[in-house]
């Protein structure tokens, strides 16, 4: 049996005017009651604006669920506790997204499952001082009542990565992250078609493989397909009622890869104030990298967006046979049809 891990390897940059896309609460750096701030850090004394991971998560699941039909799997809440269905047969989310659901022993113990999909926060490349815009609410008699929010404008990074040897298999170990169906789940995943396999590591106390359960083919190239073109119609972000911004990538690099080390965090770079991609910075990945890639690197970009890089991205890409540069739509499009479909295990 194959053994060799194969991911998806994804790098996305967003470019945000006037917007307040992941808010903080409440400003502590000012007496202002009515005075919001954005999430942002601090590096090397620098401010940088960011989106949070889970923010990111929840507006992809949003874009499956309104634009690809995907079913999302229910949320139940009790308590202090709230958790999903964790049922990755019926709920493609449960697949890409993992879960966490508590059960008592009697009903087949905690069902916990790693998600195949991970990403990163979504960062600001260059510093950026975040901007208070002062506002009110004026529809009624009497004096105004002010308030104040945060918005800014920057170039932001994000990678994520979608490990395809765990997408629509699941494994029934007793051991966090791995205990991810039981007895009534393993039944309803071969009554759908499901095959049990071989573990390729794990071994039984007799010495023998323990089993894993893998949805079809066809199910599981579905939902990664879905997950990678739903980055082309994301939307998601607070404050869009004044402060709508278009959070689809302006650029995009994607390729298929052994193993699960990100390779490409630092294509983006600050220069001053500016934030730039750094071909330089891909051509040492490229270097560096290519006994682990397994398809061309796929870069996209956007008519209107680092036009300075258009005509040195091309010819980058046309001398290097192992890079292929176009359009958002038309580089997501050729990785699926050319890169994704041999990374899927049959």
């Excluded at 929840?58 to 995907?70: G, K, Q």
Aim: hydrophobic share 35%; net charge neutral; aromatic share 10%.
């Amino acid at each position: 049996m194959e053994t060799i891990k194969k991911t998806v390897q994804g790098f996305i940059l967003l470019d945000i005017d006037n917007a307040a896309l992941n808010n903080l609460g409440k400003d502590a750096t000012t007496t202002h009651e009515n005075a919001v701030a954005v999430k942002k850090l601090v590096k090397d004394g620098k401010t940088y604006p960011y989106i949070s991971g889970q923010a990111w998560r929840y507006w992809w699941r949003e874009t499956l669920a309104l634009d690809y039909n995907w079913q999302l799997s229910p949320v139940v809440r009790e308590k202090k506790v709230a958790y999903t269905s964790a049922d990755p047969i019926k709920y493609p989310d449960d697949d890409l997204f993992g879960y966490m659901r508590a059960q008592k022993g009697t009903d087949g113990g905690t069902l916990t499952r790693i998600s195949p999909l991970k990403n990163s926060a979504l960062i600001a490349v260059a510093p950026t001082r975040p901007v208070n815009e002062w506002s009110v609410m004026a529809r009624m008699e009497g004096d105004p009542v002010p308030y104040e929010k945060q918005v800014y404008g920057c170039i932001m990074k994000g990678m994520f990565s979608i490990d395809l040897d765990e997408t629509g298999t699941y494994y029934t170990q007793n051991r966090s992250g791995f205990h991810n169906i039981n007895g009534d789940l393993i039944k309803k995943a071969l009554e759908s078609g499901s095959e049990k396999i071989d573990d390729p590591i794990v071994r039984g106390k007799d010495g023998q493989p323990l089993p894993r359960y893998r949805l079809p083919y066809d199910v599981r190239l579905g939902r990664v397909q879905d997950v990678l073109n739903a980055l082309f119609t994301l939307a998601g972000g607070a404050k869009r009622t004044t402060n709508f911004a278009d959070v689809t990538p302006k650029l995009i690099v994607l390729a298929l890869q052994k193993g699960g080390n990100h390779p490409f965090s630092h294509l983006a770079v600050a220069e001053g104030a500016a934030a730039t991609f750094s071909l330089d910075a891909l051509q040492d990945v490229l270097q560096d990298y290519s006994d682990n890639f397994l398809s061309k690197i796929y870069v996209g970009r956007r008519t209107g967006f680092m036009d300075q890089l258009q005509k040195p991205l091309q010819e980058f890409a046309q001398g290097n046979e192992n890079v292929k540069a176009g359009s958002i739509g038309e580089t997501i499009s050729a990785f699926l049809k050319e890169a994704l479909k041999s990374g899927i295990p049959e």
